[in-house]
């Protein structure tokens, strides 16, 4: 239950402080937490992040008061963090659908963003097969992307990237040259309050990566990114078998934070973060993914 007062205690600070500049470490001390860890657990548990929670309050907050018709725009404005009223009015535009000067009128609807609460809850003693395991480094190849903006707009563009012809060509190649057309990786990294860097592809033979042109020509070897990953320790968890394994892949990693990470003995540490995909043509209910998760224990 430690990890759940830890939560709440930093949600309680964002409130207590909104008007103010918030900063990650401290706010992480009260979840007993390091800064990394608290913000990738937060962010999975919740669907958006530290910063556009602290965002979408204030804009919240924000909406109340100018709909009271008595404060000016660009008190408003300072009070919650904006050095311009530019700024603020794109903000507030892109939150509430209409402009600032605009949310003193009553027929205008605002937005309201709700304060978190966080609450225990006993559910259903499910089974998770997990283990702790070492890689050794690794080199991936593909195509990468970065995806910005909203929670359900950075789903969207992923989706599309997936789906995208040149994408899935280049994926399909890339994992027949690397001997094992059942297995894809992808990875998330250089992730921040607007959003991630995304690499799809797979750990290609050196032979093979000096004849990358040969099989899927210049141009599309000239848009491909190696990521090179170090040593590291996961914590790997594999999904059900099932067709539909793909589409659960945020709820299992919900699953496991709520399960496996919230004890206190591993914390997430700033590493790509890894999916590993077993697809099975022949029977695709047999197909599942490998979330690897990179930790430390808690010292």
């Not at 800064?35 to 909406?63: D, K, M, P, W």
């Not at 939150?95 to 609450?119: I, M, Q, T, W």
């Not at 250089?190 to 000096?210: A, H, K, Q, R, T």
């Amino acid at each position: 239950m430690d990890w759940i007062r830890g939560m709440q205690r930093a949600i309680d600070y964002v409130e207590e402080h909104l008007t103010e500049p918030i900063d990650y470490e401290q706010l992480s001390a009260y979840a007993y937490s390091s800064s990394y860890h608290f913000q990738r657990v937060f962010s999975i548990l919740c669907g958006f992040t530290v910063g556009e929670y602290i965002r979408n309050r204030r804009l919240s907050l924000a909406g109340a008061e100018l709909a009271k018709g008595n404060t000016k725009v660009i008190d408003v404005a300072l009070k919650y963090g904006y050095e311009s009223p530019d700024s603020f009015a794109k903000a507030f535009y892109k939150f509430h659908g209409v402009l600032p000067s605009e949310a003193k009128n009553n027929g205008n609807r605002l937005k309201s963003f709700s304060r978190l609460a966080l609450k225990f809850s006993l559910e259903g003693g499910t089974v998770m097969n997990y283990r702790i395991e070492e890689k050794d480094e690794m080199v991936l190849t593909g195509y990468k992307r970065r995806f910005a903006g909203a929670p359900s707009e950075r789903y969207e563009q992923q989706h599309d990237f997936m789906v995208n012809g040149e994408t899935r060509f280049v994926r399909y190649a890339l994992q027949g040259m690397s001997g094992d057309c059942s297995l894809e990786y992808s990875a998330v990294f250089n992730i921040d309050d607007d959003g991630y860097e995304y690499l799809i592809g797979s750990v290609i033979p050196n032979y093979f990566s000096s004849h990358l042109e040969k099989t899927i020509g210049k141009i599309n070897a000239e848009k491909l990114h190696v990521l090179s990953i170090s040593k590291q320790t996961y914590l790997v968890v594999e999904s059900e078998r099932s067709a539909k394994c793909m589409q659960e892949h945020l709820d299992l990693r919900k699953q496991v934070v709520c399960d496996l990470l919230t004890d206190h003995k591993y914390h997430m540490v700033d590493k790509p973060e890894i999916t590993v995909y077993h697809y099975d043509s022949n029977n695709t209910n047999d197909s599942y993914i490998e979330l690897w998760l990179p930790i430390e224990n808690n010292k």
